[in-house]
């Protein structure tokens, strides 16, 4: 839509994403938004909780190793889409992104598609673990708007991807030695 002068009015997600970039005025939610950049860039945080993971509950290593195969899935399958897709990334009027994004395209966010894959599948393999790692997962996905290299359709498709390529491998996830049906462990085969 446009304004009286010409100009392009903004539409309702670049409106949100600005007022999302707002909150990382605040020194604290910078610092978070970068430290999650950082840890999510190329699924690192994912990948090294799917390896500690595999280390520290042998029961249900195998289950752990292919949870952290299906958030590699999940990342790279995004970086596909991207390429595809070519959205550039978005460029506000105020304020300039909290941290330097290593691509120049945008949708899907893969920050958001790893995450939410890691939500599901350690979730799956472990629910008590759920209540650590949605949260997380959360803050990951709401750090790219915060800051401001991501608009909000991109998390969100990210993270429907990922949610997605995890939940249909769940049944792989659970097939290893001492998985159970319900995913909380035990003694046999599923």
């Known amino acids: 839509m446009r304004e009286a ?3 392009r009015r ?3 997600e670049h409106r949100l994403l600005t007022v999302m970039r707002g909150f990382g005025t605040e020194p604290r939610v910078a610092a978070a938004a970068r430290a999650l950049s950082h840890t999510g860039e190329h699924a690192t945080l994912w990948i090294a909780a799917g390896l500690a993971g595999a280390a520290a509950d042998p029961e249900r290593r195998r289950g752990w190793l292919r949870g952290t195969a299906l958030i590699c899935a999940a990342h790279v399958t995004s970086i596909g889409v991207k390429r595809v897709v070519r959205r550039p990334r978005p460029r ?5 992104p909290l941290v330097r994004a290593l691509g120049r ?6 920050h958001a ?3 939410a894959a ?15 790692v949605r949260p997380l997962a959360a803050a990951m996905c709401v750090s790219r708007l915060v800051a401001g290299v991501h608009y909000p359709t991109d998390v969100l498709a990210g993270a429907a991807l990922g949610g997605l390529m995890a939940h249909r491998g769940a049944a792989w996830l659970r097939t290893g030695r001492g998985a159970t049906q319900d995913g909380a462990g035990g ?3 599923v």
């Open 5 to 7: 002068d010409g100009t």
């Open 118 to 132: 890691a939500a599901v599948a350690f979730g799956t393999l472990r629910p008590a673990v759920r209540r650590l």
């Open 187 to 189: 003694g046999g085969h």
């Open 113 to 115: 598609a790893s995450a």
């Open 105 to 110: 395209h945008s949708f899907p966010s893969s």
């Open 92 to 96: 506000l009027p105020v304020g300039e």
């Open 10 to 12: 903004p539409g309702v």
